[in-house]
């Protein structure tokens, strides 16, 4: 995951967070978050080990 992905992954948790802390009334809200291969879902960024990479941005015999 990129650090673009993550940043918006820790934006979002805060805002839950906040959401839920306002309709609870709670103090503390606890938020679980899955590893992949913890039944969470798989991370749609990684390839499958069967698929093959795209190529690169500026790699050769790329078009736009």
């Known amino acids: 995951m990129s650090l673009a992905g993550v940043g918006a992954v820790i934006v979002l948790m805060t805002i839950t967070a906040g959401l839920a ?3 609870f009334g709670e103090e503390e809200v606890a938020v679980v978050v899955e ?3 913890e ?3 798989e991370d749609p960024e990684e390839p499958a080990p069967e698929e ?3 190529p690169e941005e500026g790699a050769e015999g790329a078009t736009e």
């Open 52 to 54: 093959e990479p795209a």
């Open 39 to 41: 039944g969470g879902a």
């Open 35 to 37: 590893e992949p291969g």
């Open 21 to 23: 802390q306002d309709l």
